[in-house]
């Protein structure tokens, strides 16, 4: 029997721990008289109703109140722990339950600097001469008065500014879409330098860089140090409204294609895209002596001539998570199993050959307001564990389960993902599901669609010419 620990309690959190459970090691343990074969046990600041249905034992408290996870951790000596969110891994969790000889999913505090440092992850690629880097610079407090000159006229107006720590996805604003000018990029790039240099133990810094034109596409990766699995590739909907409008989320919906690739990609870009991250792995170990051991995200773009890298988070993304996990093959214990021991050499890990897309439901304010407490129904979509009719997966994020059915907590609610044979089927499951739920909510009907993915490929078509 197999003991695994997730950390966190959102909708990503909930489809990993589905998927532990339907993982070979189960079906092989049942066929042999053994019972489930996995077993499931949950650490969160809030009782996810999916996950509560799922676990042995839910413990609500803090990921990032490192005593509380430790005592759980000895009270049920799980072999490994998944990390869901960025906070606990950022503050340094595998670190700490090394100390205890329990591995993670997830890298050390010193390769997670990949995510929460921004600076950090620039200065790597620029150190080892690794393709993918735009041009930029790192502004430090007592640098404010050069942030004009370098934007207008090094960059030529066209800048992109990004708070060096961690910002929940919020907190990269782009020109001429979250800034009107130069004058709006000095003003953030000042918040930044100040808010940062207000955290304890931390320099002010803000990273400015050039502004690329393409279309983004995530690529997670399983890594274990030297040998790097890519996943399926995603496209994230970061804009709260349609047609790629308003402020940035946490991200309002994804899709995959049955291919593996994207409509708007070619195997080239995702050959480039895995190259990097081969060589940022290596960059890694050279630079702190310690192998990268986990999930490895890499958020990408595709420009006029080729990839270049946008950031680096250190876990799952939410909602790409959805679309990869859902479509899985791999016996995934062994997978997880395989990268902390430094063991994914030689390991096949497929995925089927299905499209997904997934539509976040959220609450009416999102994201500046998210209302909270109003109750939403999820009409006639079935809540229980497999999921709802064929072809559908319904993951819960921020909701409270009270006896008379769910509430709003005031961020992204629940993750509604089609799996079809076409994008078009597997979109029509996600719309009639996401349409169906009653309450304070929106989602972006766009995504996934014909229509926006038609957009995206006329652009990149127009880039290449």
């Known amino acids: 029997m197999k003991k695994v620990l997730i950390l966190g309690c959102g909708a990503r959190e909930h489809v990993i721990g589905e998927t532990l459970l339907r993982s070979g090691h189960a079906s092989r343990q049942a066929s042999a008289g053994l019972g489930n074969g996995v077993e499931l046990f949950v650490l969160g600041p809030a009782k996810n109703p999916g996950l509560a249905g799922l676990a042995t034992e839910y413990e609500v408290a803090s990921v990032t109140n490192f005593d509380a996870v430790r005592e759980f951790v000895k009270k049920i000596e799980p072999d490994f722990v998944v990390p869901g969110p960025e906070a606990p891994i950022a503050a340094g969790v595998v670190d700490a339950l090394a100390e205890l000889g329990v591995p993670c999913v997830a890298p050390i505090q010193s390769l997670a600097r990949l995510e929460s440092s921004k600076s950090f992850t620039r200065d790597l690629l620029k150190k080892y001469n690794i393709p993918g880097n735009p041009q930029f610079r790192v502004f430090e407090r007592g640098d404010e008065n050069e942030l004009e000159a370098y934007m207008a006229q090094t960059l030529g107006g066209q800048f992109v500014v990004k708070a060096d720590g961690l910002k929940s996805g919020k907190g990269v604003k782009v020109v001429g879409d979250h800034l009107k000018d130069v004058a709006e990029g000095v003003v953030y790039a000042r918040e930044c330098i100040a808010e940062s240099t207000a955290t304890a133990g931390q320099a002010g810094r803000v990273v400015v860089e050039e502004k690329f034109v393409g279309q983004e596409f995530s690529l997670m990766s399983f890594v274990d ?13 970061k804009r709260a409204f349609e ?18 690739l ?26 702190t002596g ?33 679309n990869v996990l859902c479509l899985l093959r791999t016996d995934f214990v062994s997978v997880c199993e395989a ?34 407490g109003e109750k939403i129904e999820l009409g006639e979509v079935p809540t229980t564990k497999a999921g ?7 993951y819960y994020g921020s909701v409270d389960q009270r006896e008379d059915g769910l509430y709003l907590g005031g961020s992204r609610a629940v993750a509604l993902v089609g799996i079809g044979e076409t994008l078009e089927a597997a979109e029509k499951l996600a719309e ?15 995504i996934g669609t014909a229509t926006l993915i038609a957009k995206k490929v006329e652009m990149m078509k127009r880039l290449r010419v």
Do not use: W
């Not at 047609?243 to 291919?259: C, F, H, K, L, V």
């Not at 050959?353 to 539509?359: D, E, G, I, L, N």
């Not at 709802?388 to 319904?394: K, M, P, T, Y």
């Open 225 to 237: 140090g030297e040998t790097v699995v890519d996943m399926v590739p995603v496209q994230d909907h």
């Open 243 to 260: 047609n790629d409008e308003g402020p940035n989320t946490g991200g309002m919906g994804t899709y995959s294609d049955a291919n593996h």
């Open 262 to 287: 994207l409509p708007f990609l070619t195997s080239r870009d995702l050959e480039e895209a895995h190259a990097i991250t081969v060589q940022v792995a290596k960059a890694l170990r050279t630079e």
């Open 290 to 322: 310690v192998p990268y051991r986990g999930v490895m995200y890499g958020g990408f773009i595709a420009v006029k001539d080729g990839v270049r890298l946008i950031e680096y988070n250190a876990r799952f993304g939410d909602p790409e998570a959805m």
């Open 339 to 372: 990268m902390v021991r430094g063991e994914l050499k030689g390991m096949t890990v497929e995925f089927e050959k299905k499209a997904t897309v997934c539509k976040y439901v959220v609450p009416n304010g999102y994201p500046e307001a998210g209302v909270k």
């Open 388 to 394: 709802a009719a064929e072809g559908l997966r319904v």
């Open 432 to 446: 009639v599901a996401a349409s169906g739920v009653k309450g304070p909510v929106f989602h972006r009907k766009d």
